[in-house]
């Protein structure tokens, strides 16, 4: 009685070789995914974290200008005004003098200067501390002015001020941040904004 002959059983080359293909192929998709991850969780987080930045920038500006007020030499609160710096005097470290504070775009870093009064007569020719207080700022490159002006009567009028123009009639300064870090990971800028009133300017 013959017995029957066990056959092998195993992959084929040819079997094997699909196999490691559709593994590749599944590696690579499963990688990409990945890396995009990845990629949209770092774009997310730095733009929060930009965000944050402008924020802190324009509320540190919102809470300068409303101390404006006379220089410790008798000047008029605001020293000058432009679409991308603004100069005024304000005591915003709480001692007796009034510093000279000065908020400005450099290229694409928003800076803020302070100047104490000093010497005898008074003066403000000091040597101003500058510090960065955002970057990414693309407000330049977008043609889109720093700061607004406007009298008054705002909100009744909605039309900015032409600057330069008489530093006396300005009461409420708008400030306008466009950031963007990386121009090829966000569609539009980020925008920050706040409008300020000069409480030492109010006529009521």
């Known amino acids: 009685m013959c017995e029957p002959k066990a056959t092998k059983k195993g992959f084929t080359l040819m079997e094997v070789m699909v196999a490691l293909g ?40 919102v809470d ?5 007020e006379t220089s ?25 003098g009034r510093e000279k504070v000065r ?10 200067g302070v100047i104490n009064p000093s010497g005898n007569p008074l ?5 101003e501390f500058v510090i960065t207080i955002a970057e ?5 490159t977008k043609n889109i002015s720093l700061f607004e002006y406007y009298n008054e009567t705002y ?20 400030m306008q941040l466009e950031l963007e870090k990386d121009p ?7 925008h920050v904004e706040a409008v300020v009133s000069i409480r030492n300017l109010k006529s009521n």
């Open 72 to 96: 410790s030499i008798g000047s008029y609160p605001i020293a000058a005004a432009s679409s991308t710096a603004f100069v005024f005097y304000a005591n915003v470290d709480d001692d007796i």
């Open 22 to 61: 559709m593994f590749a192929l599944i590696s690579v998709a499963v990688g990409w995914i990945l890396i995009h991850s990845v990629r949209s969780t770092n774009i997310i987080w730095e733009q929060l974290a930009t965000q944050n930045d402008g924020r802190a920038a324009v509320q540190q500006f």
């Open 136 to 140: 990414s700022v693309v407000n330049i």
């Open 64 to 68: 300068d200008v409303r101390r404006a």
């Open 123 to 127: 003066n403000y020719n000091g040597e």
């Open 103 to 112: 908020f400005w775009i450099d290229g694409t870093d928003l800076k803020k």
């Open 184 to 190: 090829t990971a966000t569609p539009v800028p980020l």
């Open 155 to 174: 909100p009744v009028t909605s039309t900015p001020l032409i600057v330069p123009d008489d530093l006396t009639d300005i009461r409420v300064v708008r």
